[in-house]
């Protein structure tokens, strides 16, 4: 099963405007990251915050953590056509052992020009 | 590009067969994790392999097994293939500095395999 889930599942915006994506997960982790993937292609790593952060930026990303809420979401300014892609949240669990990355099923973010 | 390659990119299987993916993880890397996504969804933690010991296994049956080797190479083998394992296949190494935290991942391109 996937831990999280991002909203909203798809997002259409024009070239230029700021795209907002949401992620929310259910148990306490070590980490929070953010990948993108163009066509069913290999994950791109954006960034990574930990738990005990609240805020990172990076370039034109912006990325939150609440971890009261459980919840982080993704801005990215000023879009561009090439963001075109679909944008996943994912979490390593706090709770011992390896168990990867649990992913959500997605954002498709469509810049149009 | 992440430095991880993947081979072969795509393949078609026939359901009761045997398949082999191969991945190659940036030089370095002690950490390498596989990952299948079915088309519309994320990608979902099969298993992870820490200095070619399994370090952790999702919630894949044992016909589903890997191997990592010391020249930062590894295998995901697929027994007795069935029409759901269709999907691509993605391998993530990552540095490994701390055995049970799964830091930034570098993915490569995926296997996109089909069973008929």
């Known amino acids: 099963s996937q831990q999280g889930e991002e909203d909203p599942q798809a997002l259409s915006i024009q070239e230029g405007e700021n795209a907002t994506m949401n992620c929310s997960y259910k148990?306490?982790?070590?980490?929070l990251q953010w990948y993108r993937q163009n066509s069913g292609r290999g994950l791109v790593h954006l960034i990574l915050?930990?738990?005990?952060?609240r805020e990172k930026h990076s370039g034109r990303l912006r990325v939150t953590l609440d971890t009261s809420k459980k919840s982080s979401s993704l801005l990215i300014t000023a879009s561009r056509a090439a963001d075109t892609a679909s944008y996943f949240c994912?979490?390593?669990?706090?709770?011992?052992?390896?168990?990867?990355?649990?992913f959500g099923k997605g954002t498709h973010l469509i810049i149009q020009p | 590009e992440t430095g991880v390659t993947q081979s072969p990119t795509h393949l078609i299987k026939t359901r009761g067969q045997q398949v082999t993916l191969r991945c190659s993880s940036q030089?370095?890397?002690?950490?390498v994790s596989w990952y299948q996504q079915a088309l519309g969804q994320g990608p979902q933690f099969i298993f992870q392999?820490?200095?070619?010991?399994?370090?952790g296994r999702g919630n894949f049956p044992p016909r589903f097994s890997g191997l990592q080797f010391p020249n930062y190479s590894s295998e995901l083998n697929v027994n007795a293939l069935e029409l759901d394992d269709s999907a691509l296949y993605l391998c993530?190494?990552?540095?490994?500095?701390?055995?049970?935290?799964?830091?930034?991942?570098?993915f490569g391109p995926g296997t996109r395999l089909t069973v008929l």
């Open positions: 993530a190494s990552s540095p490994g500095l701390v055995r049970h935290r799964t830091d930034t991942q570098y």
């Open positions: 392999y820490y200095r070619e010991e399994e370090n």
């Open positions: 994912a979490t390593d669990w706090a709770g011992g052992g390896a168990d990867g990355l649990t």
């Open positions: 148990t306490s982790i070590n980490n």
């Open positions: 915050i930990r738990s005990n952060e």
């Open positions: 030089s370095g890397h002690n950490t």
